[in-house]
């Protein structure tokens, strides 16, 4: 899918607020970050109990 | 602008104390995306870009070592010649804690002029709270928009000159993609 304009926009909009906001970004951010690797341990952790999921884990990061 | 421990993010974590084992071994800097993300860039990642300078065998199991002493593994092998063959035939490694699967360390070896530039001219910058050495901001910029090209990239790219405006040399960005067109890409755009 191609991104439109709003999506760098978006990235504009927040690059701005961590501009001007240097204290009260790192919270929001935070958050956003570490969700996804939770997210994504829960998922991996899954897998790799799977037959052949640790061989899979190692095919997917080696993409 | 030091982040408070509650500030720092899973990433931040792994990455310092990944590095406070790499330092005691050689030069390296962290590379890409993670320059954006510790500055707050809001896209997920699962592995952080290292280029190390370029060791011998045998310096560089001295590392490997001391990564496995320290709670890390290689997702290659554990055999420090296996990973190394991977490393000198410029191949990427990863690493990770033991028994994680993320985030992941990929570290490579300085492969040409560029690499060698990147590692000269690192930096250390406070914005991102960490105390670690970064690829410079003119190379992550030249690098994301002339090379890279994605749009996450060019997105990464957007993020650090709002974040950095004023702050960095545009003169150094052309002059960097003016090498990474001669070094990397036969003279082509």
Redesign the interface.
């Known amino acids: 899918m191609v ?1 439109d304009k709003s ?2 926009e978006q ?2 909009r ?3 607020f ?2 001007e906001n ?1 204290d009260k ?3 929001q ?2 958050k ?3 969700a ?3 997210m ?2 829960r998922f ?2 899954k897998l ?1 109990k799977t037959k052949k999921g640790r061989k899979k ?2 095919l997917l ?1 080696d993409k | ?1 030091k ?1 408070e421990v ?6 931040d974590e792994f990455v310092e104390d990944f590095v406070k084992v790499v330092e005691r071994h050689c030069n390296y800097i962290v590379v890409s995306g993670f320059v954006a ?1 510790a ?4 896209r ?1 990642t ?2 952080i870009d290292m280029i190390l300078e370029k060791l011998s065998l045998k310096d560089f199991d001295k590392l490997h070592v001391d990564l496995l002493k320290n709670g890390f593994e290689c ?1 290659q092998s554990g055999d420090s010649k296996v990973i190394y063959d991977y490393l000198i035939n410029v191949t990427s490694v ?1 690493y990770v804690r033991e028994g ?5 360390m990929e570290i490579k070896f300085a492969k040409d002029e560029i690499d060698y530039y990147q590692l000269a001219t690192k930096v250390k910058l406070p914005l991102s ?1 960490l105390d670690i050495w970064f690829s410079s901001i003119e190379m992550n910029i030249a690098f994301k928009e002339e090379y890279l090209k994605s ?1 996450k990239d ?2 990464d790219a ?2 650090l000159r ?2 950095y ?1 004023d702050k960095f040399s545009e003169e150094e960005v052309n002059k960097i993609k003016k090498d990474i067109r001669r070094v990397r890409m036969n003279g082509k755009r």
């Not at chain 2, 994680?100 to 992941?104: A, D, M």
Request: glycine share 4%.
């Open positions: 991104r999506h760098m990235v504009e927040w690059a701005n961590i501009r240097p970004w790192k919270k951010h935070k956003f970050i570490d996804q690797i939770i994504s341990r991996y952790d790799s884990i190692i990061r | 602008m982040r509650s500030d720092k993010t899973i990433l993300i500055h707050g860039r809001s997920g699962e592995d997702m990863r994680e699967f993320l985030p992941e709270g749009d060019l997105e957007r993020h709002i974040i405006k």
